[in-house]
C-alpha cells in the first residue's frame, strides 16, 4: 500500500489529514474550525501498517524538574496507550525556537514516541484504523497540577 492509498482509507474513515510524507500519513487534530494541526498521530505503511502517537512535556510547565523526571511525566501520560497495545520507542529532547528569532529559545519539548505494529489476523488497516480514532483522543501533553 502507498502513503496515497492510506491516506485514501484513512479519508474514507472519516479521519482527518494533516500530511503526507514518503512513507506515512500525519493525522491532523482540529483545535477549531479555521485551525489544523498536527496531531502527533502518524500511521506508517509498510508491513506491518504501525500506528504511532507522540506524547510531550514541556519544560515550561515543571522549570524546576530533571530531565529524567519529564520524561517519566510523559511516560505516565503514555500507561493507557501502553494498555492498548503500544511500547516506547524513543525519546527526544526538542528545543522550541522564537519564529522571529531564532536564536531566542521559547521552551524545549521532552517527548516520547509510542508504537504499535499490526500484524497477523483480521483485517490490518481497519485495526489500525480503530487504533488511530482512540490515539487521537489521548491527551497529547503533560501537564502541572
Given amino acids: 500500500m502507498s502513503p496515497q492509498e492510506l491516506k485514501k482509507a484513512l479519508i474514507a474513515a472519516g479521519l482527518e489529514v494533516y500530511r503526507t510524507t514518503s512513507d506515512e500519513v500525519v493525522l491532523a487534530d482540529r483545535v477549531r474550525e479555521n485551525l489544523i494541526m498536527d496531531s502527533g498521530v502518524r500511521v ?3 508491513q506491518p501498517i504501525e500506528v504511532s502517537v507522540v ?3 514541556r519544560r515550561a510547565h515543571f522549570p524546576n524538574e530533571g530531565e529524567n523526571a519529564l520524561f517519566d511525566h510523559v511516560r505516565g501520560l503514555g500507561s493507557n496507550i501502553v494498555e492498548k ?3 516506547e520507542r524513543e525519546t527526544r529532547v526538542t528545543p522550541v525556537s522564537d519564529p522571529a528569532d531564532s536564536g ?3 521552551d524545549t519539548f521532552y517527548e516520547v514516541v ?3 505494529p499490526f500484524t497477523g489476523e483480521g483485517d490490518q488497516l481497519e485495526q489500525a484504523i480503530e487504533c488511530v480514532r482512540y490515539a487521537l ?3 497529547k501533553s503533560a501537564e502541572p497540577r
Fill in 85 to 87: 497495545g503500544f511500547a
Fill in 55 to 57: 506524547l510531550r512535556v
Fill in 44 to 46: 506508517k505503511v509498510g
Fill in 114 to 116: 509510542f508504537t504499535r
Fill in 137 to 139: 483522543e489521548v491527551a
Fill in 104 to 106: 531566542r529559545l521559547l
